[in-house]
């Protein structure tokens, strides 16, 4: 069996497929807050109960990922070992964002109907997601086609998540309540559609995997004996922890910065600089790849991200408020970021054949877990700090009023065009000290998960691009080796 070569029409299949799953995971992860903060009424005692179950809900659902792995490691169908559990998946988690985004109970009836909600859409999500990303090692080991292959998918993870983060922000303004109902159906009939083609398209190539039935402590045990993973593992919630962040201030950044009215079309703008740096990094990183090694590749991340950072923080204060300058520091950001996230992936998967070679043992799906556990934790952290910060920072009481105004504009009792001018003139009476605290947290919080993800690679992860070759080699022989015994 050739490990290394991929057919087209599951290579197509595979990638195209991550569209609609990265549609629906934007949708929820960085507008379901939103939607509740400036279209539900809510006291800052219920706001901070429903933070407190987004945090709550995504530690458990990181707990669920490597449980879920173990799951499709010791289930197998005749369908394939993957292909059952992204189906079953897509199918409930598509029902439920649309529940999620049209029933709207008042007070803490809503709170209630979220807690139970969220939680059950964490957890179908989760069987989507190990099953999708644990199907990646297996359909190649040769490094240049993984990276490859990680390269087109992640084009196509770019795309689904722009289509979502870029173009909603500017249609939400004034009609908030609709905007938000129409495009929750409209992302989970695309999540049903773009996974029924990995679904049906993928050819799934049988794996190695040990006859053995794989339990909650050998789990654990495969966490310990594997250095590697644990360091890049760490290494990615820190790296994800930075880059949520940015993104998920960005929609109370802009409100608050430059008005309700304006602040949408610009949010629009800065989220067209991210696809648009995410995706030329992911469409350059496969020839980057080959011509400088990942060592040299984070240095030079780490230096113009914390660069980028330190002029957000300083905009408009020690440099003009030009919105140029603001969406060019964005591009920037965003591709270095890109490279990044490509990077520690490629590393953690890496991690897989790592513990093949030392302990002739593969589990594909429970090692990529670590990757969704690392997210959605990543994700916990992030809502827990922006939750702190809008309280703290006093914009969520201002935001608030706006809600209300979004709530009369659903039932018709004003029109939109009021909502935008009464909007802006509540924002206008927020404070400079105020706005100062949210730009901190979108600013000092990321910066430091990046350098803590830096110096932790940088000093503990080993398995560079020639040692990989070797370990992949070796096992080979190996193969090779109880093929001719046979």
């Known amino acids: 069996m050739n490990t290394k070569q991929i057919d087209s029409r599951t290579k197509w299949s595979y990638c195209v497929g991550a569209t609609g799953r990265d549609m629906a995971y934007t949708l929820v992860s960085l507008y379901l807050i939103t939607y509740i903060q400036y279209t539900m009424k809510l006291t800052v005692a219920q706001f901070s109960v429903i933070s407190g179950c987004v945090v709550l809900c995504l530690i458990w659902d990181a707990v669920n990922d490597p449980l879920m792995g173990i799951i499709i490691e010791n289930c197998h169908f005749k369908a394939g070992k993957f292909k059952p559990w992204i189906f079953t998946g897509v199918l409930l988690n598509a029902v439920i964002i649309v529940l999620l985004f049209s029933l709207r109970p008042q007070g803490w009836a809503f709170v209630a109907f979220f807690g139970v909600s969220y939680l059950l859409w964490g957890m179908t999500y989760t069987m989507n997601d190990i099953a999708y990303w644990g199907m990646l090692p297996s359909l190649s080991s040769d490094p240049q086609t993984r990276n490859s292959l990680v390269t087109l998918m992640s084009i196509f993870i770019c795309i689904g998540q722009f289509s979502v983060a870029g173009i909603l922000p500017a249609l939400v303004a004034g009609n908030a309540v609709r905007t938000y109902r129409y495009a929750a159906l409209i992302v989970a009939s695309c999540f049903i559609a773009f996974q029924m083609l990995t679904c049906f398209g993928v050819r799934e190539r049988p ?45 109370n950044f802009f409100y608050f910065e430059f008005g309700y009215a304006e602040g949408g079309k610009l949010v629009f ?25 990942r060592k040299t590749l984070i240095k030079v991340c780490i230096s113009v991200i914390t660069v980028c950072y330190t002029l957000l923080l300083l905009f408009g204060y020690a440099t003009p408020k030009n919105s140029i300058l603001l969406n060019t520091i964005g591009l920037i950001i965003f591709f270095f970021q890109g490279l990044w996230n490509l990077m520690v992936i490629v590393m953690l998967n890496n991690t897989i054949e790592y513990d093949e070679y030392k302990f002739h043992e593969r589990h594909d799906s429970v090692i990529a877990a670590i ?28 935001s608030q009023k706006i809600s209300q105004l979004e709530i009369e504009a659903g039932k018709g009792i004003i029109s939109g065009s009021t909502v935008l001018t009464q909007a802006d003139a509540y924002i206008r009476t927020v404070l400079p000290y105020q706005t100062l605290l949210l730009r901190i947290g ?43 015994i046979r």
């Open 207 to 251: 794996v190695c995997t040990t006859s053995e039935k794989l339990s909650l402590r050998k789990m654990f045990g495969i966490f310990r004996r594997n250095d590697q993973l644990i360091v890049i593992g760490i290494s990615a919630l820190l790296f994800n922890i930075g880059n949520i962040l940015l993104i998920i201030f960005a929609v």
């Open 269 to 293: 703008i800065f989220t067209v600089m991210y696809g648009l740096g995410t995706l030329v990094s992911q469409a350059c990183f496969s020839t980057i790849s080959r011509r400088f090694n």
């Open 371 to 398: 990757r969704s556990f690392a997210v959605k934790l990543a994700s916990a952290i992030n809502q827990g700090i922006s939750a702190v910060v809008l309280i703290i920072s006093g914009i969520y009481t201002t």
């Open 442 to 484: 979108m600013v000092l919080f990321p910066l430091l998960a990046f350098w803590g993800c830096y110096l932790l690679i940088t000093a503990k992860y080993k398995i560079d691009e020639k040692e990989y070759i070797r370990i992949v080699g070796e096992i080979e022989k190996r193969r090779e080796t109880e093929q001719h």
